[in-house]
Structure formats: C-alpha cells, structure tokens
C-alpha cells in the first residue's frame, strides 16, 4: 500500500514556474514507476510527464516537452514537477500516480494539487 501527498500548487503568472511534489509513505516507494496526470475544468484527466523506478527513463506529453521536468529523489520518497514556462492552458488540478513496473494501470493516486496560470 502507498499513500501519496501532492503539494506545490498555487497562483503563477503566465511565463512563471512552480514546483510540484509527492511524497509517499511506505518503504518500497523505489520499486514504483511514477507520474503526473491533470485535469482541467471540464476535461478529462491527461497524462503529463512519466519516470521509472530507478529514474533511468522518462517520458512527456507533447504539451509539456521542453517545458516540464520530472524527477525524483527515492531517498525521500517524493516525485517531482518543475514547471516553466507556465500558460494559461497549464491551469489544471494536478495528480500524481504510482505503479508497480508490470503492471499498466497506475494503482494508487494523490489528492491533487491546483495550479493556476493567469494570463
């Protein structure tokens, strides 16, 4: 079982950055392959940005290529987003996901954490 905690969110103005988090409980946090999904107001939720258990491949949706960074430090057990670049179309509640690596559906999920870009 994995708990995951989103936080970072908050008000940026077109063109700044924010840095996302999740942090997760339990000590097999390492074996997990991670994500980042969003969603806006009146869409349904998209993936953003992937990384494997052991940070040696990751993977962007075309939207954020370029823009968007995701890391992790599993001696901390957290994941994170670092975001540049914002636009308006960024604006979204963000989620952070976890797997097993065999598995293909993300199992556990985090609260969310909102970020609005104004323009």
């Known amino acids: 079982q994995v708990q995951l905690v989103d936080s970072g969110g908050g008000l940026v103005q077109a063109g700044g950055s924010l840095r996302l988090a999740c942090t997760a409980s339990?000590?097999?946090?390492?074996?997990?392959?991670m994500a980042w999904f969003r969603q806006a107001p009146g869409k349904e939720r998209e993936f953003v940005a992937r990384?494997?258990?052991?940070?040696?491949?990751?993977g962007y949706a075309d939207s954020v290529k370029g823009r968007f960074t995701i890391s992790r430090d599993n001696a901390k057990n957290t994941v994170y987003l670092q975001m540049n670049s914002l636009k308006p179309e960024d604006t979204a509640v963000y989620y952070c996901a976890a797997r097993k690596p065999e598995l293909e559906r993300y199992e556990y999920w985090g609260q969310g954490t909102r970020v609005t870009v104004s323009s």
């Open positions: 990384i494997n258990w052991n940070s040696g491949n990751t």
């Open positions: 339990g000590r097999t946090f390492s074996i997990y392959n």
